[in-house]
């Protein structure tokens, strides 16, 4: 069955490190989308990335960069020069062929990242 | 644009006791799913639907109920509260397609049952 497992419950660092987070999945499908959301103090979850199986090629956008590696299984993700603004839960997830052609995601059990000043 | 939008933001309800939970979209997408979210569960599937009339079961569908008049509107209703119910509820939507579009999730809906 497919799995998305986030290893680190609670990562903490000082403001201005590079922090990463990790993402492993299991997945029987050739096709499959990856995704990584953020939810803020506030509680909304926002969407950052969305990935296919087929584009391999790293993501950088601004502080955030994206790792996907098929050969692993992981689709990692660094926040370089971490601020406190990026203290938030985040949640890696898979998207799985679920019934009726609809697709459902299969969300992490998350890490909370707390960015100190 | 507003997006997802969800009502109630808090609720309290007693064992036993039923309720609806709000769900509308703006954008025009034929999916739409609920959510709840657990400590250390991440999210869960609850029901979803692809198009106005037509819903269906997720992963943890029990005591819940749903309906899609509307292409705006999915309502979730409690049929009769449990505390094992107690969660965050997410309500979301994306376009239909192949082309896995993301999905958008509304703020979420705090639920205590006493």
């Known amino acids: 069955a497919q799995k998305v497992t986030q290893a680190q419950t609670e990562i903490s660092v000082v403001e201005k490190e590079d922090v990463t987070l990790d993402c492993v999945y299991e997945t029987r499908d050739t096709t499959y989308y990856l995704f990584w959301y953020k939810q803020p103090p506030s509680g909304e979850l926002v969407f950052l990335i969305r990935?296919?199986?087929?584009?391999?090629q790293n993501e950088i956008s601004g502080r955030y960069s994206w790792n996907f590696q098929k050969s692993t299984s992981s689709f990692n993700f660094t926040i370089t020069a971490s601020q406190v603004v990026d203290s938030a839960v985040y949640f890696c997830a898979l998207s799985e062929v679920y019934s009726g052609g609809y697709n459902k995601l299969i969300f992490g059990a998350g890490t909370r990242l707390a960015v100190h000043p | 644009n507003a997006g997802v939008t969800q009502t109630p933001k808090f609720q309290v309800l007693k064992t036993g006791q039923s309720m609806t939970l709000q769900c509308a979209q703006d954008?025009?997408?034929?999916?739409m799913s609920w959510y709840r979210q657990d400590p250390g569960m991440g999210l869960r599937l609850i029901h979803y639907?692809?198009?106005?009339?037509?819903?269906d079961q997720g992963e943890v569908p029990n005591g819940y109920n749903v309906s899609r008049s509307t292409t705006e509107d999915f309502p979730l209703r409690l049929l009769s509260a449990a505390p094992s119910q107690t969660s965050v509820y997410f309500c979301?939507?994306?376009?239909?397609?192949?082309?896995?579009?993301?999905?958008?999730f509304g703020p979420g809906t705090r639920l205590l049952v006493l």
């Open positions: 990935r296919n199986s087929f584009d391999e």
């Open positions: 954008m025009n997408h034929e999916y």
């Open positions: 979301a939507s994306r376009r239909a397609g192949v082309d896995q579009e993301t999905q958008y």
């Open positions: 639907s692809v198009g106005a009339g037509i819903t």
